[in-house]
């Protein structure tokens, strides 16, 4: 077929040539996209998983040095520290679903751990990995609360 008119195939080039950009503008925009979104996801996890990490630290040193048996335990306990993302205990709900807390857990397994292999709280979700500093703040006062308790004995 003999093309009598160029302006028709510069036309359909025209839309051709855009629908190719368009399609790898998609396949590099949507990965990014995703990126950004899990991005923004660990960073709110990291955020609600110090409160956690604070709270339960602060639950430990001042409630006698008992691990938490359940959130409504901890929504009493003020943080030491003001978070920019989370407020305590109004975003718990949402908190609850990004860490989890092994309530089944005693003051003495908790102070068994260290902060490499420390499980006793757990980000759920994209998250950027444990906080070292605070798991060994939490470990050192679940240690000295277990330590009073026993040379306060007979």
Same mark, same amino acid.
């Given at each position: 077929? +003999? /093309? =009598?008119?160029?302006?028709?195939?510069?036309?359909?080039? +025209?839309?051709?040539?855009? #629908?190719?950009?368009? %399609?790898?503008? @998609?396949? $590099?925009?949507?990965?990014?996209?995703?990126?950004?979104?899990?991005? %923004?996801?660990?960073?709110?996890?990291? #955020?609600?998983?110090?409160?956690?990490?604070?709270?339960?630290?602060?639950?430990? *040193?001042? #409630?006698?040095?008992?691990?938490?048996?359940? /959130?409504?335990?901890?929504?009493?306990?003020?943080?030491?520290?003001?978070?920019?993302?989370?407020?305590?205990?109004?975003? %718990?709900?949402? $908190?609850?679903?990004?860490?989890?807390?092994?309530?089944?857990?005693?003051? !003495?397994?908790?102070?068994?751990?260290?902060?490499?292999?420390?499980?006793?709280?757990?980000?759920? #979700?994209?998250?950027?990995?444990?906080?070292? !500093?605070?798991?060994?703040? @939490?470990?050192? !006062?679940?240690? $000295? *609360? @277990? =330590?009073?308790?026993?040379?306060?004995?007979?």
């Amino acid at each position: 077929m +003999k /093309w =009598r008119d160029t302006s028709v195939f510069r036309r359909y080039f +025209k839309v051709l040539v855009i #629908g190719a950009c368009a %399609a790898l503008a @998609l396949v $590099i925009a949507i990965p990014v996209l995703l990126c950004s979104v899990d991005a %923004a996801v660990a960073e709110e996890t990291l #955020g609600a998983y110090r409160l956690v990490l604070d709270v339960v630290t602060t639950h430990v *040193r001042d #409630g006698g040095g008992t691990w938490p048996r359940s /959130w409504e335990e901890l929504y009493g306990v003020t943080p030491s520290d003001r978070y920019l993302t989370w407020r305590w205990p109004e975003d %718990a709900h949402r $908190i609850r679903k990004r860490v989890e807390i092994d309530f089944t857990l005693t003051p !003495a397994d908790v102070a068994s751990m260290d902060a490499e292999s420390f499980s006793a709280i757990r980000q759920l #979700g994209p998250n950027y990995g444990p906080e070292p !500093a605070q798991i060994s703040a @939490l470990l050192e !006062a679940v240690r $000295i *609360r @277990l =330590r009073d308790q026993h040379n306060s004995l007979p």
